[in-house]
């Protein structure tokens, strides 16, 4: 499988702490994370936020980007954030190979 990381940012009105409409759809939509994860063929390995700083990354592994992209959707994230995913790869791994060089 692919690895993926995901970018996602948003202003203050939007945050589920200041916006009563996020927390609701946010709330609905994270009880179906582990449905939703398996439905799209994507394991989260690490999902974490700077506090206070409305971004949120997600480390995804997922046979494709289109895979991450229909997670994303389906658990609300697109209805208040500006999502970037790229296509990244392990950095353990490059010092491995670099060693191999």
């Given at each position: 499988?692919?690895?993926?990381?995901?970018?996602?940012?948003?202003?203050v009105?939007?945050?589920?702490?200041?916006?009563?409409?996020?927390k609701k759809?946010?709330?609905?939509?994270?009880?179906?994370?582990?449905?939703?994860?398996?439905?799209?063929e994507?394991?989260?390995?690490?999902?974490?936020?700077?506090?206070?700083?409305?971004?949120?990354?997600?480390?995804?592994?997922?046979?494709?980007?289109?895979?991450?992209?229909?997670?994303?959707?389906?658990?609300?994230?697109?209805?208040?954030?500006?999502?970037?995913?790229?296509?990244?790869?392990?950095?353990?791994?490059?010092?491995?190979?670099?060693?191999?060089?």
């Amino acid at each position: 499988m692919a690895m993926f990381m995901a970018h996602l940012t948003h202003p203050v009105e939007a945050c589920y702490l200041v916006s009563e409409e996020t927390k609701k759809k946010l709330k609905e939509h994270s009880s179906k994370r582990e449905e939703l994860a398996k439905k799209h063929e994507i394991k989260i390995i690490s999902a974490v936020y700077p506090p206070l700083e409305h971004e949120i990354f997600y480390i995804i592994e997922a046979p494709s980007f289109r895979n991450v992209e229909l997670y994303l959707r389906e658990m609300g994230f697109a209805l208040y954030n500006k999502i970037k995913i790229r296509h990244v790869q392990s950095m353990e791994k490059a010092l491995d190979r670099l060693q191999e060089l």
